[in-house]
């Protein structure tokens, strides 16, 4: 079974520029998230969808984030224009249903100058 | 206060101790539980769901006091292998909270 896929894998930007994410989430998983991870912390959810719908995005920066899942299969996650607060690393993770568990991509390492 | 809560650690043990981690979550009507592993640079991956029950799988056992809102990792004869962050995970209304992981090393 084919994972979760992510890229690009690593993105060095600096500050004021714009960047985006693509994920493919595992076939068939209705529920696609998004977090974000800094160095020494745990991943904080930015956006969940529940198929082309939007379920929880009550973290997502919404001045400069945004992400959308067209057709219900894969998502892409836009900064614009990033901060260097943003570094950090952007998961994408896909679930059967949304109380399943998570399956993750490898991420995508982010570091704004 | 943080919804999930683990100690930071690092724990350094010795190959073949026994180390156990908890996690304490906040929302009393939380619905399902995991430990994730985190691997230096890569991706959470699962390692266990955690039933009410306690469940084993191997060296590694998980449990959950819904009355004392925790949960617990415990690991028998250590390997270097599972060097690694152990992440905790609660669930509701399909939301994940993560802790922030507690990070093991495990010593020849």
């Known amino acids: 079974e084919a994972g979760v896929a992510q890229s690009p894998r690593y993105k060095i930007i600096e500050k004021r520029q714009s960047v985006a994410f693509w994920c493919n989430p595992i076939?068939?998983?209705?529920?696609l998230y998004w977090y974000q991870q800094i160095l020494g912390q745990g991943p904080k959810l930015l956006i969940q969808?529940?198929?082309?719908?939007?379920?929880?995005d009550s973290q997502l920066p919404k001045d400069r984030f945004s992400a959308e899942r067209l057709k219900g299969v894969d998502s892409t996650l836009k900064i614009q224009p990033a901060k260097l607060e943003d570094s950090a690393v952007y998961l994408c993770?896909?679930?059967?249903?949304?109380?399943?568990?998570?399956?993750f991509g490898s991420g995508t390492q982010l570091s704004v100058l | 206060r943080k919804e999930v809560e683990q100690d930071p650690g690092p724990f350094n043990v010795p190959e073949g101790a026994t180390v156990a981690f908890n996690c304490t979550y906040s929302?009393?009507?939380?619905?399902?539980f995991f430990w994730y592993r985190q691997d230096c640079r890569k991706e959470p991956k699962l390692l266990m769901s955690?039933?009410?029950s306690g469940n084993e799988d191997g060296r590694f056992t998980a449990q959950l006091n819904r009355a004392s809102q925790y949960i617990s990792l415990l690991i028998r004869d250590s390997k270097l292998s599972d060097s690694a962050t152990y992440l905790c995970?609660?669930?509701?209304?399909?939301?994940?909270?993560f802790g922030d992981g507690t990070t093991l090393t495990v010593k020849p």
């Open positions: 076939s068939g998983h209705a529920t």
């Open positions: 929302n009393s009507a939380s619905q399902s």
């Open positions: 969808f529940q198929n082309n719908g939007v379920v929880d």
């Open positions: 993770a896909s679930s059967l249903e949304a109380n399943e568990k998570l399956f």
């Open positions: 955690v039933y009410s």
């Open positions: 995970v609660v669930k509701y209304m399909g939301k994940s909270t």
